[in-house]
């Protein structure tokens, strides 16, 4: 390489970097990211004490980071060439043809005892009847489209400690699209198979409905649904996800807590449809406490859910058979789950929380109040 070359190939990057530089000065900050769905880092306030203890440079580095210019296209060029070097897993998303799963890490098994302790907790703080529901990720059931090789944690242990029969609800239907290719929740059809398995934890499955009493209803959207995996792994190149909404709204009436005090609500909130986060079209997303009342079963009984996201699609079809089903959410209700359930005469409580999120939640506690 001559002299010459070489200080053309360092005045090139110089001025490679100073443009991009230039650039990332004259754009507009953005506040969120729609791709990653995630709120990016903003310019920090200087302090000579933040600079002193390495906050300020963490912060600026976090800045440059998620505000450099083109940073999706980035990201998803990233992915692509690491594709083709052979790399199948991306950013903990593993890549399996057109579809990604989420590998599960190894969780703190001291922490997962204790959330089964809170859970027996609870089933002794209460006359009412407590199940725990485990809902398997997908890669427990599509363990067979995981790349050779591919780490995920052993659910099956974990499983077995539930009162509902999800594993093999789901791995009966396998070859069905009962998780999305783009995220990690179940589909509306998935959803189904499990609003069977709870019908049928609570004695009540000769009520169970099939699957052509309800209208399958595909939304459209313009751009589809692009999920949480396809935001967390970079892989932007996938054909999206189509949603389906089955449960018809008429006769359900919807109560909402968001802040503090009842509001109307919706079982599909279509203003999400959208939005990036199409999945918080069912019930309108994560909210503190929503209630879902049938006016056609008023002998139905009451039912709580105290639940994670998975349950947004799964009680428009637990609906169909209960007066009400109150849905509560340990991110956001602190107040004890035993008392609300006595105050609004509960009859049957059922615990419902993916695998993925039971074994990493610390909310699990507020149970024991």
């Not at 179940?186 to 959803?191: F, K, S, V, Y």
């Not at 609004?344 to 610390?362: A, E, H, K, P």
């Amino acid at each position: 390489m001559t002299k010459a070359y070489s200080r053309f190939l360092t005045a090139f990057f110089c001025l490679f970097l100073g443009g991009l530089l230039v650039w990332h000065i004259l754009l507009p900050d953005r506040e969120k990211s729609e791709t990653e769905n995630r709120t990016l880092a903003q310019a920090p306030e200087f302090s000579w004490e933040s600079l002193k203890n390495g906050s300020y440079t963490e912060a600026a580095e976090a800045y440059f980071a998620d505000q450099f210019p083109l940073r999706d296209s980035w990201t998803g060029l990233k992915a692509r060439a690491e594709q083709l070097i052979g790399k199948r897993e991306f950013n903990g998303v593993y890549l399996c043809g057109g579809t990604l799963i989420s590998k599960v890490e190894t969780p703190d098994m001291e922490l997962v005892e204790k959330n089964l302790d809170y859970i027996r907790r609870l089933a002794e703080k209460t006359d009412t009847p407590v199940y725990l529901g485990l809902i398997p990720s997908a890669a427990e059931v599509w363990k067979e489209k995981l790349p050779a090789g591919a780490e995920s944690w052993d659910q099956t242990g974990l499983l077995e400690k539930s009162d509902m029969d999800f594993r093999t609800v789901l791995a009966a239907h396998a070859e069905e699209q009962i998780f999305y290719r783009t995220d990690h929740h179940w589909t509306t059809l998935g959803a189904y198979y499990g609003y069977t398995a709870v019908m049928e934890a609570l004695g009540r499955g000769d009520e169970t409905l099939g699957p052509d009493a309800f209208d399958h209803q595909a939304l459209p959207s313009v751009d589809g649904f692009q999920g949480t995996l396809y935001s967390q792994s970079g892989i932007h190149w996938l054909a999206p996800d189509t949603m389906e909404f089955w449960v018809p709204e008429e006769g359900l009436t919807v109560t909402a807590w968001r802040s503090g005090a009842p509001e109307p609500g919706t079982l599909y909130d279509r203003t999400y449809l959208d939005k990036k986060d199409k999945y918080s079209a069912f019930l309108g997303g994560n909210q503190p406490l929503c209630v879902i009342r049938n006016e056609n079963r008023p002998d139905g009984g009451r039912l709580l859910l105290i639940r994670d996201s998975y349950s947004d699609a799964l009680a428009p079809f637990l609906a169909q058979h209960f007066s009400e089903v109150h849905l509560l959410d340990l991110r956001y209700y602190r107040a004890p789950a035993a008392q609300y359930a006595a105050e609004n005469g509960i009859d049957d409580i059922c615990v419902l929380y993916s695998v993925q999120n039971f074994i990493s939640d610390r909310n699990l506690v507020l149970l024991t109040q």
